[in-house]
């Protein structure tokens, strides 16, 4: 089943982490620490299928296929995802949203006054 606002899903996986870190004594911001490093640790195994894709390591040879880089891609985008709703709980999608638009603007033209946003070529 698909969710209409992947958000909500973060939220609840980032509620249920944080929960379970605070039973076990850890403060908040050694729990955001924690996140970030598993954010880390998720951006390795991505970095580390490529490797295997293309059979970097004469050990193993081509050990995985693209889609298993994909699948290690949206691992690391929801361990970040997670982080960022634990750290920022109230407005975490608000406060990606902008910072996103901040980074693109370098990237991507606006919109031409009174204009429609150009499309893309």
Do not use: C, Y
Request: net charge negative; hydrophobic share 40%; charged share 30%.
């Amino acid at each position: 089943m698909r969710d209409d606002d992947p958000w909500d899903t973060i939220r609840s996986l980032a509620v249920r982490f944080s929960a379970l870190d605070t039973e076990r004594g850890i403060s908040a911001e050694e729990q955001w620490s924690l996140q970030v490093l598993k954010l880390a640790e998720e951006v390795g195994e991505a970095a580390q299928a490529v490797i295997g894709v293309r059979a970097v390591n004469p050990r193993k040879g081509r050990s995985h296929d693209w889609e298993q880089v994909q699948e290690e891609v949206v691992d690391a985008v929801v361990t970040g995802m997670v982080a960022l709703a634990r750290m920022r709980p109230d407005d975490a999608p608000e406060f990606f949203a902008s910072v996103l638009a901040r980074k693109s603007a370098r990237f991507l033209p606006g919109p031409p006054e009174g204009g429609p946003v150009p499309a893309p070529r």
